[in-house]
């Protein structure tokens, strides 16, 4: 495989054009085109679906992880062989469930050797969801709640992120003065992420042993998902160090929702993922179950 071609391949992909890709290259969208139509003759296959954004094929999606290994190993193998001294930054794609972007993952970030020149591009989604971006090559590691390894990854368990179901104290006298039952949990508005999130249905599910179907409110922030429980809106599941907030009453008390989760990256000897490795399982020990 042509390296450049492979490069050209992941920038497409990345930045969602072959003008941008270009752009971001710095050579011309007609050079990008020939590479790329220059590899997909050697695949084979079409890797490219030219949409908007362009996305990789499923034929293209091994190509794209390879394309993100051997730049991360062309990246280290120049930094050795330099002393270590200076070269070029690193990007490291990776995603993560939005909870615990917003709790315990910053910190590891933050402890990852300023040394290794690591950039970070960070994704989101529901955690039943983001090794979908694993499998498909678009990211070097991902914290799921899959456990089996992704083919080409490795999977670490971290722990379990603890769900405390939660309403405003005026919430709660509404919909749940006379007691916290199927009627009223069917009757009450819920407070959802998006409509991947199926944390509040477990638990109605957990609790009631039926599939009820509430009225929701969609809030695709987590900042905006607690103060959207916190004004009233309905209550819904937060993480269990955010639920001790005097803002907040707990619907069941003594009743959780644990989440286990994992944290699965390319199988891969490279320095900058055994070190963001550590950094992650470091955090996740302290703030995880």
């Known amino acids: ?65 390879l394309a993100g290994q051997v730049a991360l190993l062309e990246r280290e193998a120049l930094a050795t062989a330099r002393g270590g001294r200076g070269g070029d930054w690193t990007r490291a794609a990776i995603v993560v469930n939005a909870d615990s972007l917003a709790t315990w993952f ?32 678009t990211v070097m590691a991902a914290v799921t709640a899959q456990n089996v390894p992704v083919q080409g990854c490795r999977s670490r368990r971290l722990g379990a992120m603890r769900y405390r179901a939660v309403a405003a104290p005026a919430v ?27 944390l509040q249905h477990r638990f109605l599910r957990t609790l009631t042993r039926r599939d009820l179907d509430p009225p929701i409110h969609y809030v695709p922030s987590v900042t905006a998902f607690d103060e959207a429980i916190r004004l009233g809106l309905g209550w819904g599941m937060v993480p269990e160090p955010v639920a001790d907030s005097d803002h907040y009453r707990e619907l069941v008390p003594g009743r959780r929702l644990d989440v286990p989760l994992y944290w699965q990256h390319w199988r891969l000897e490279s320095d900058a993922l055994a070190a963001l490795t550590s950094a992650v399982q470091a955090a996740a020990a302290t703030a995880l179950r």
């Open 1 to 65: 495989m042509d390296s450049a071609q492979l490069e050209t391949f992941a920038a497409v992909v990345r930045e969602g054009s072959f003008d941008a890709a270009a752009r971001v290259l710095s050579v011309t969208p007609s050079a990008v085109s020939q590479r790329i139509k220059a590899l997909e003759l050697a695949a084979g296959q079409v890797l490219v679906r030219r949409s908007k954004p362009c996305q990789a094929t499923v034929a293209g999606e091994p190509l794209l992880r």
């Open 106 to 137: 910053m910190p590891a970030l933050a402890a990852v050797p300023n040394g290794l020149r690591l950039l970070f591009d960070m994704y989101t989604d529901d955690q039943e969801h983001t090794a979908e971006l694993l499998r498909s090559g």
């Open 172 to 198: 709660f006298g509404t919909w749940f003065g006379d007691g916290v039952t199927p009627v009223a949990l069917a009757d009450a508005p819920m407070v959802v992420l998006n409509r991947k999130d199926r």
